[in-house]
């Protein structure tokens, strides 16, 4: 068979998918409950071209005396990009290599936890939760069978490259009982290492992004590389429009009020 071109994609998250400390101790209420998990992706067919913007910036970083002594990279022998960690200086200067980066299209998914779906949708089960929002990033994404789709997933406690195959395998599915002609969807995934994949700082920092924008009403981050989501899904909101898109972007005030009481 003729060699397929291939689509790039690159999943990481934000926040968790847990409810329940050990000995099942629920955590809505306490300061360790984490009120979203969010996920999203890049897709993009030219690799290469994001994982040398992304290291040759790192480089250049590395090499200039104005930031090699900040904290965030002298405390690492291997520092690599990663929105949380990073002062901000470095958050402002790859922001704005971000605005200027093109060749991907990014998707995130905004899983809201409430107690009740967790429980009657999700079987209680972290793991089920967290790879319907997998399903959801993924849905209607996997849509040319004249490329093979190479999906690379942050590694995270609990992320498999079985249960993420599962998810995959479960979107495909889905799509293709509502299309007259099936698909045949060829793909490999696995999962990776974010200090080892540079691509995956473009989707840390998208998702961190737009984290303080839902949970610290902190937009300017997520205003500024506003034009670079392509789609955001609300997915558990009661809003009559969950979906955002570049004619109806997302806006924190906008939507349906965010909780963190597990309702």
């Not at 967290?130 to 849905?139: P, Q, R, S």
Request: proline share 2%.
């Amino acid at each position: 068979m003729e060699k397929l071109p291939k689509k790039y994609i690159f999943i990481d998250e934000s926040g968790d998918a847990a409810f329940y400390a050990k000995g099942k101790k629920l955590l809505i209420g306490t300061d360790g409950f984490k009120p979203l998990l969010v996920l999203g992706m890049i897709m993009c067919d030219d690799k290469k071209h994001l994982h040398q913007a992304v290291t040759n910036f790192q480089n250049q970083l590395l090499n200039d005396a104005l930031y090699n002594t900040l904290p965030c990279i002298t405390k690492s022998n291997q520092w690599f990009l990663h929105a949380r960690n990073d002062q901000l200086e470095v958050r402002a200067k790859f922001i704005e290599l971000l605005r200027n980066i093109t060749g991907f299209e990014s998707y995130h998914v905004i899983g809201r936890k409430k107690l009740n779906t967790f429980q009657s949708k999700h079987n209680s089960n972290e793991n089920e939760f967290y790879f319907d929002l997998v399903y959801h990033l993924l849905k209607d994404r996997l849509n040319n069978e004249n490329y093979f789709y190479q999906i690379f997933l942050a590694a995270r406690n609990g992320n498999t490259a079985n249960l993420l195959k599962a998810a995959i395998d479960k979107a495909i599915a889905k799509d293709n009982h509502k299309r007259e002609n099936k698909l045949n969807i060829k793909f490999d995934c696995r999962i990776v290492q974010t200090n080892q994949t540079p691509e995956m700082s473009i989707v840390d920092y998208l998702l961190w992004s737009l984290q303080r924008h839902l949970l610290s009403d902190e937009a300017r981050y997520y205003k500024a590389l506003e034009n670079k989501y392509n789609l955001i899904i609300d997915l558990y909101s009661t809003a009559d429009n969950n979906y955002y898109t570049a004619q109806n972007r997302f806006n924190k005030n906008e939507a349906a009020e965010f909780r963190n009481d597990g309702k």
